[in-house]
């Protein structure tokens, strides 16, 4: 099993709808949940961190983590074309940052 | 407050050669880690220094190596070029290990 495992995509979604991203992870002992964006050509940017079960709002992106399910997602309300980009899930493993290979993200205008 | 700033930006190698690979963190940060992107692979982790001490190494060959230095700067060196090195090489610093990374703009390494 992969560590961090997320849907390649492309994913699209209408402008203005809501895009959800969704990770898994297999190490259980993970305390630390990130989400990356990473425009082409672009080093990967922090959008948002969640260490406990439930939801962080920040703006118009929402984390959500279900701990038992080793489960973390990311909603992204009233898309816009500036959000497509490749979003990155990254968990912590034995104090080091792994992250998974990304989804592509196209908001349709 | 300055990002990560990484050096050079491309460089183009042959096989066979060895390369470094410069970066310094934010001014505060005393944790960089090292990163390889390829399109295939995604990310993948390298290794972590904090205080001049490699704590964390990823499943890397030994041709990958690296240092930090005491002002926290950090330099990554690969020897014996494969065309398989041929990436994105990613720096990114934090405050402390398992914490958010802050990455620089990388240093796009092909190997011809």
């Known amino acids: 099993q992969k560590e961090v495992e997320q849907n390649s995509g492309p994913l699209s979604v209408p402008e203005g709808a809501i895009a959800s991203l969704n990770c898994t992870y297999s190490d259980r002992g993970s305390q630390s949940f990130f989400w990356y964006r990473q425009y082409s050509g672009k080093s990967p940017e922090l959008i948002m961190s969640?260490?406990?079960?439930g939801d962080k709002e920040d703006g118009r992106f929402t984390a959500q983590l279900n701990k038992a399910s080793q489960y973390v997602s990311l909603l992204i309300r009233d898309s816009q074309p500036s959000d497509s980009a490749t979003y990155l899930c990254a968990v912590d493993r034995d104090d080091k940052i792994i992250f998974g290979k990304g989804t592509r993200l196209h908001i349709l205008p | 407050k300055a990002g990560v700033t990484q050096t050079p930006r491309y460089l183009i190698k042959t096989r066979g050669q060895q390369v470094t690979l410069s970066c310094s963190p934010i001014?505060?940060?005393?944790?960089v880690s090292w990163y390889q992107q390829t399109p295939g692979q995604g990310l993948q982790f390298l290794f972590e220094y904090f205080s001049e001490t490699q704590r964390n190494k990823g499943n890397f060959p030994g041709r990958f190596s690296g240092r930090q230095f005491s002002n926290s700067r950090s330099e990554m060196n690969v020897s014996t070029l494969e065309l398989g090195d041929s990436a994105l090489y990613l720096c990114?610093?934090?405050?402390?290990?398992?914490?958010?990374?802050?990455f620089g703009s990388g240093t796009q390494l092909s190997v011809l």
């Open positions: 990114a610093s934090s405050l402390d290990r398992g914490e958010k990374l802050f």
């Open positions: 001014s505060g940060h005393r944790s």
């Open positions: 969640i260490y406990s079960n």
